[in-house]
């Protein structure tokens, strides 16, 4: 069972990472859409407004409770974030909350303080104001599926991906759920299993997405994000071993985490390159630094769980 301290503070560390990548995933979802259907562009950013409110919550609360750490993992913003915004918001038209962005950056001007009963309370109603925006998000993703693979819609976004962001909603979801009942999302080599499973997918459908997103004169690119692609697809079998016989985790989190660094590096050089417009794609800038946050986020938790 988690102490008061460590819910409060595995709490606002997981809504700090999933907050921001669950309203970028609307952001993208929006700008995917064709003229045909911009009437459901509003419904969209309507519930990215809100996810963005539940985030300056979350900033409030975060204030001397998050691990230096734990900002410094990356996974929160990134040292692209605020220009990939402002691109994106330029491309897209569609409307983001910078202001966001600074208060993240400034959350490591504060210094620790001890969880009292009061913010305990404020972080366990938090979390349950997510838990029903969530739901609200997860259908409205599997309506945009349904509709795609029924072709009664098109739109621009792979239907891997519309299932990809989907799923990663139902993962922060059964987070909060385990948070809620005061269990801990780190403990024991079965748990990091299932991380491993997850991200290690997520990993090699990102690599899968940049393949297809760059334009086919990156030829480079398109074979590293390729090569990277068949590394997790191992790695996810691998991972999936070593949940039924856990004495293969050790080497499976190892060869993971050096993957992890190299496609995170990877993705770093690609947001770099896509700010300065010197690489070809479709690939919005907000959507590059999206998957280095994933991530430096996968990588957060590969030391959490080696600890």
């Not at 300056?56 to 998050?66: D, E, F, K, M, P």
């Not at 909603?169 to 809620?180: G, M, N, S």
């Amino acid at each position: 069972m988690l102490t008061s301290t460590e819910y409060v503070r595995q709490s606002i560390e997981t809504n700090l990472f999933f907050l921001r990548i669950m309203k970028e995933h609307l952001i993208f979802a929006a700008a995917a859409l064709t003229l045909k259907d911009s009437n459901q562009v509003p419904a969209i950013m309507n519930i990215k407004n809100k996810f963005e409110a539940l985030l300056i919550n979350t900033i409030s609360l975060a204030r001397g409770v998050v691990r230096p750490q734990s900002l410094a993992a990356g996974d929160i913003i990134t040292p692209y974030t605020y220009n990939a915004e402002i691109a994106t918001q330029n491309y897209t038209g569609l409307p983001i909350n910078t202001e966001i962005t600074r208060q993240e950056a400034a959350l490591s001007n504060t210094s620790s303080s001890a969880a009292g009963p009061m913010i305990e309370q404020s972080v366990n109603t938090l979390n349950r104001q997510i838990i029903v925006l969530l739901a609200t998000a997860i259908q409205t993703q599997r309506a945009l599926i349904t509709n795609v693979l029924s072709c009664k819609m098109f739109t621009n976004m792979y239907p891997l991906m519309m299932e990809h962001v989907t799923r990663e909603a139902e993962h922060y979801l059964q987070h909060l759920q385990t948070l809620q009942s005061y269990q801990s999302l780190t403990d024991g080599p079965r748990t990091a299993a299932i991380a491993e499973i997850f991200w290690n997918n997520i990993m090699g459908e990102h690599s899968k997405f940049i393949r297809g997103l760059l334009d086919p004169t990156e030829e480079d690119l398109i074979q590293k994000a390729n090569g990277f692609a068949g590394q997790f697809d191992e790695l996810l079998r691998a991972a999936r071993a070593a949940y039924n016989n856990l004495q293969l985790s050790p080497g499976v989190t190892r060869r993971s985490m050096s993957a992890a660094i190299n496609i995170r590096n990877f993705k770093a050089q690609g947001t770099q390159g896509i700010l300065a417009c010197k690489i070809r794609s479709i690939i919005l800038p907000l959507l590059s630094d999206h998957v280095l946050r994933e991530a430096n986020h996968y990588l957060k938790e590969l030391r959490e769980f080696k600890m």
